[in-house]
């Protein structure tokens, strides 16, 4: 499973997340559902859980913050792509936010990272972004704002 890639393509995508934990997928998955997931399939098999995580997403890198929802069911995947273990990011070149704490052993916060936020913290020294896990109580709106605000400056 730390071969799965999910959404756009290392050639394609703007931004990869780099996430401890898989979705639960369709049981015949094929190719056509990892290149471009079903929003609504993630959601009804990982419940309010992965709907939580791909809101998050959405907030972060929608070009107009007003239509995160509207991105994200329809334009998500093919703008990001869902990586599980380090070694996928080889030769990736654009924005790579490391989620949660599991990659910092291997992918530390660089010294010279900023630091986004106050109760709730990111580390930006872009093209990296080191964030909490997306979840609402690790990952306020308030800190997405903040952090949509640092990464858009680029």
């Known amino acids: 499973m730390v071969d799965l890639w999910l959404g756009a393509c290392k ?3 703007d931004c990869v997340f780099l996430l401890p934990n898989a979705p639960i997928l369709p ?3 094929g190719l056509s559902f990892l290149t471009r997931p079903s929003v609504s399939v993630l959601i009804e098999l990982n419940g309010n859980h992965w709907r939580k ?4 997403m959405s ?3 929608v070009p107009r913050y007003d239509s995160w929802k509207i991105f994200r069911d329809v334009q998500l995947f ?3 792509g869902v990586a599980f273990s380090v070694d996928q990011l080889d030769d990736y070149k654009g924005l790579v936010f490391i989620v949660g704490n ?3 052993d291997v992918w530390p916060v660089a010294d010279c990272a900023q630091t ?3 109760s709730h913290q990111a580390f930006v020294h872009l093209p990296y972004v080191w964030c909490p896990y997306l979840d609402y109580r690790q990952f306020p709106n308030v800190l997405i704002e903040a952090l949509r605000e640092r990464i858009l400056e680029k």
């Open 102 to 104: 599991t990659f910092r």
């Open 53 to 56: 995580i791909l809101t998050i």
């Open 27 to 29: 049981a015949a998955v």
């Open 116 to 118: 986004i936020g106050d």
């Open 59 to 61: 907030k972060l890198i």
């Open 11 to 13: 050639k394609e995508a």
């Open 78 to 80: 093919d703008r990001v």
